[in-house]
């Protein structure tokens, strides 16, 4: 094989299929998504049986385009790179199915990528240069979890959500004042025209001891208020929701990178998008000497290249591979 690794990266842990092929570990040769957003906007949620079946129809011509972009013949690719989980195990199946399917037409190994991991290695993408150690912030639709991470591939949980995810409640709550599916994005817009603090709303958890998350009893909160409220203005229910959520991830993700002797923190996942977020965060670390990092927009909510990333690391730093034999699992943790 001439010319540096070429990886192929899929991710389909949920409703986005998305292809990357990667040289090396870090250049970016194509990044392409399909978002099925406006397919499941309709029914206020993802359907697992609609992107399963969405998936199956749209990654073939996905992985055709993703190819040509990136200028190369599939006999460049050496290594297939998969979300194996967590995720919907629907779509994990048919995007794990195809990549080990491609791997064995290929006959080049296959790593099945824990799409948490993913999240952190969209930071390398974005700064090659900003080695580990460092806390990584997960926040996205699905996921909340704080990452001590030693060095890539050496990780240790220090807190997780013990209901719902921060990006799960926004959802939620979007659906409650009239935004369709999905609300992050669009809650973020409007808490910017309403007043943080016209609601006071919780922050569950915000004095427990540790580092674990709470977003259930905010959702609760915000239906009550909703209810004795009808006509809130939504921009104020917004920002004041936004500003709960935003409070909660600052105050854990500070303190816990000062407390593992840390001076870094990584921000990455869906939910990093929000520039409220962002602002909040930043400052914050800045007050507290520590140092914020977020990778560019398009690397925090889903995409393939920080799959293939992640892929690309196992394999070639340490040497790891799956049988054909593995399996999808929609509980993949740390």
């Known amino acids: ?21 990667l040289q090396g570990e870090t250049k970016i040769l194509s990044d ?13 949620g993802v359907v697992p049986e609609v992107a399963s079946r969405d998936h199956l129809r749209k990654l073939p011509y996905l992985v055709k385009d993703a190819i ?8 460049r690719i050496s290594l297939v790179a998969a979300t194996r989980g967590p995720g919907l195990i629907g779509p994990l199946l048919v995007g794990f199915s195809y990549g080990k399917g491609m791997a064995y037409g290929l006959s080049v190994p296959i790593v099945g990528v824990n799409h948490l991991e993913g999240h952190i290695f969209a930071h390398r993408l ?13 926040v996205s639709g699905g996921h909340t979890c704080l990452v001590d991470v030693e060095g890539y591939g050496n990780y240790r949980v220090v807190g997780s959500t013990v209901d719902d995810a921060a990006g799960e ?46 977003f259930a ?20 229910v917004a920002a004041s929701t936004l500003a709960s959520v935003v409070e909660i991830l600052t105050l854990k993700s500070i303190e816990a990178t000062r407390r593992y002797h840390r001076n870094r923190l990584i921000v990455v ?30 690397f925090c909510t889903d995409n393939t290249a920080m799959i293939a990333a992640a892929g690309a690391f196992r394999h070639l730093r340490l040497g790891e591979s799956d049988p054909l034999s593995a399996v999808p699992d929609p509980r993949l943790g740390f």
């Open 269 to 298: 996942g869906g939910v990093a998008a929000s520039a409220y977020l962002r602002d909040r965060m930043t400052s914050t670390g800045r007050e507290r000497g520590v140092e914020v990092d977020f990778p560019p927009i398009r």
């Open 217 to 236: 009893g905010l959702k609760t909160a915000v239906l009550y208020h909703l209810r004795k409220n009808p006509r809130e203005r939504v921009e104020d």
């Open 169 to 214: 409640a926004l959802d939620k709550v979007g659906k409650m004042i009239g935004i369709g599916y999905p609300a992050g994005a669009e809650i973020d817009r409007i808490a910017g025209k309403g007043d943080p603090e016209a609601i006071p709303f919780p922050r569950p958890m915000a004095d427990s001891p540790g580092f674990d998350f709470s």
């Open 68 to 75: 040509a972009e990136a200028g190369i013949g599939f006999e």
């Open 126 to 138: 974005a700064h090659p240069e900003l080695d580990p150690p460092f806390m990584a912030l997960i």
């Open 32 to 44: 392409l998504i399909y978002s099925q957003a406006d397919l499941h906007s309709r029914y206020g």
């Open 1 to 21: 094989m001439k010319g540096p690794p070429v990886t192929l990266g899929i991710e389909t842990s949920c409703d986005e299929t998305a292809v990357a092929v």
